[in-house]
């Protein structure tokens, strides 16, 4: 028996989940939002906005030094990059995300939950919650540690103690160079740390076009990171207080700390998922309002990283509000419009997800990064514009769009260089919009600015 009824019961308190509550509140629902570690979740404290709070000191330096007659001679402070840090993470205090959470109508619980049963949720002092119109999970996901020999009694980094830190380690070895490892690597590097870089594959960034991951590559060993590509770790140790990683080909390197960023996993161990008949540990699959699948009565929701779908905060927040939405509506007997593209579903999942690589050079990408077929006509062209010259000496950058030829839309654009991450915007309007090319060619960009790549891009696509 219930000893608290809410209309909904949101389990985990990430930026994802504060979204799906208020926006429920919004729609007139009550809403807890249950959270066992710190409102505002990973991004807030361990992802998103630190590792940003970090990179940024570096990139803007890196952005003077291309610059003749400009500050000669500066440097960066890490304690001063490490106080910045601090202050963006409020020194890891939540106590606005819960004032936040008070002014919002949301009901703000502090306790591990668990699913119990039908629209409801125990916590760990058992008490117990009810959810009316739904439960939503929001439980984020954690990092995954790869089955590498001795990996496991070692202390290692996970992306929490790489964007936490506050101390310079003299070697930092990265294992995995997806988004993770590369934005670290090059904030540490800059921030004075030798960082050796273990990457599968022939560059970083294996999810982007091989030029992102080459410019990427190009801009870390400027900083002196050490890339081991086509590497393995195979095994792990100990040794007079560093830790020995020893890589396939014979190379064993010592570190002062060892960063493991080979991707997440959803948070769902620990979760009851078994009482709903789903599996532990699995991603929560959902159709696009958010709708569990796999579960009878529809009141069981996810979204964020829990879902597997796009592991990024604003995708995860953009879900979040058509969830929160969904349920006010059904619970008001107002009907849902689950076509695409309605304001219940999180259509753009499929066609449109931005995301930003903070790296010096940025990689910016939204859509398709290559071509799926024979009507997709795939055109790459370096950015050399008078605006990008006049942005940063020796400027080099690509950009790649990727298009319908039946319908002459865009259907992904990727940029890499310095200060692209602001183009990105107007990109993801294109590929939203599904703007005609032959249109897009009247948004004229303004002279001198990077934006002038597009209109290279369509000149080259032969408008
Ligand atoms: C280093 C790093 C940098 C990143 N940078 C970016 C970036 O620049 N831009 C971007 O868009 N994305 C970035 N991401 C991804 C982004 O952090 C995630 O996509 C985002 O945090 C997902 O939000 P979420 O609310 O789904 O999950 P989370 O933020 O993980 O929140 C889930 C919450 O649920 C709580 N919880 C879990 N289980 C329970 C339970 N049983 N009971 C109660 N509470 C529970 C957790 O404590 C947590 O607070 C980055 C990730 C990393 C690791
Ligand atoms: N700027 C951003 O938007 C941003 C920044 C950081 C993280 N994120 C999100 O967080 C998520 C997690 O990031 P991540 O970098 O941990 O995951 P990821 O999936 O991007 O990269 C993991 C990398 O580890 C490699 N790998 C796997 N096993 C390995 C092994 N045994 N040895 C060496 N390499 C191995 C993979 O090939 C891959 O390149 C991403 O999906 C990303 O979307 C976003």
Redesign the pocket.
Known sequence: MAERTFDVVV?????????VAARAVQGGLTAAL???????????????????ALLRPGNLLAAVRRMPGVAEGARLDPAEVFARRDAFVSNWDDGSQVDWARGADVEAVR????ITGEREVT??DGSVLGAKHGVV???????RKPPVEGLDAVHVW???E??SASRVPGTLVVLGAG??GA??SQAWARLGARVELIATGPRPLPRYPDFAGDAVAEGLRADGVRLHTETRAERVSTVEGKVRVELSGGTTLDADELLV?TG?RP??D??GLDVVGLTPGDPLEVDDTGLVSGVDGEWLYA?????GR????????YA?RAVGDVLAAKAAGRPVDTTPWSRYTATADHHAVP??V?TDPEVASVGLTEGESDRHRVLDLDIAVAGSALHADGYTGKARIVVDTEREVLLGVTFVGQDVAEMLHAATIAVVGEVPLRRLWHAVPAFPTISEVWLRLLEEYGL
């Open positions: 389990i985990g308190g990430g930026a994802v989940g504060e979204n249950v959270e066992h570690e710190r409102f505002g979740g990973e991004c807030s404290y361990w992802a998103c906005m630190p590792s940003k306790g591990r939950a668990r916590l760990g999970v929001c439980t984020g996901s954690v990092p996970t992306s929490r790489a964007t988004v993770v934005e670290m960023a997440r948070a769902t620990d979760l979204a964020g990283d829990v879902t796009a592991l990024l905060t604003h995708q995860g927040k979040a995301q930003v903070f």
